[in-house]
């Protein structure tokens, strides 16, 4: 099963009609579509990514099934808009969701970074509800992929002893697969 399925597997069993859920990398606009139908016309989902070709695309991706109504775009970096999101939304969300590294097919110096990151987990930790997932996707076979991913695991494991908990998911391959963590908030 690719990792992007097991996402979806994981939020079809957590995400009910009235929630709300971030993407906080909104890349092509496939896991915020996603989350959009999820949630429902109760719902609401916020997509964060930093380049106008992303939210161009994730825009015209609602748009063919309607759903621009459900989704605040921002572009900016995920970092400063998920602090942002702390106060108005502080153990409200039901689901954050990341893929990082960088927009396929665009420009690869355009792309997540460890101490950014950091900052994004940290502000997503306050944002989730009791019971509420964070997914993170770390792709770690372009320059800076290792360190962001290890920077991911190291995050993930410190907050085991607050009772969250944390799952890896390593697809098999010779190569350098992408990791999938998952947080189940305490």
């Excluded at 015209?60 to 998920?82: I, N, P």
């Excluded at 009791?130 to 695991?153: D, M």
């Excluded at 908990?165 to 190569?175: A, L, V």
Aim: proline content about 5%.
């Amino acid at each position: 099963m690719r990792l992007t399925d097991k996402v979806h597997q994981i939020l079809t069993d957590h995400l009910q009609t009235g929630d709300l859920a971030i993407d906080a990398t909104a890349g092509n606009g496939h896991d915020t579509l996603f989350l959009a139908e999820q949630v429902g016309g109760d719902g609401h989902v916020i997509a964060i990514d930093i380049q106008e070709s992303a939210i161009e695309s994730t825009r015209q991706k609602l748009r063919t099934k309607e759903f621009e109504d459900r989704v605040t775009l921002q572009q900016d970096d995920h970092a400063s808009q998920l602090e942002g999101l702390i106060e108005p939304h502080h153990e409200a969300v039901a689901t954050i969701v990341f893929n990082l590294g960088y927009l396929p097919g665009s420009d690869k110096a355009v792309q997540t970074n460890s101490a950014n990151t950091h900052k994004a987990l940290e502000a997503s930790i306050r944002l989730l509800r009791p019971g509420g997932i964070l997914c993170v996707t770390a792709y770690r076979g372009h320059p800076g992929g290792p360190e962001e991913a290890k920077a991911v695991e190291d995050w993930m494991r410190s907050k085991e002893i607050y009772g969250h908990t944390i799952e890896c998911h390593k697809p098999p391959s010779s190569n350098t697969p992408p990791i999938l963590w998952v947080l189940r908030k305490a």
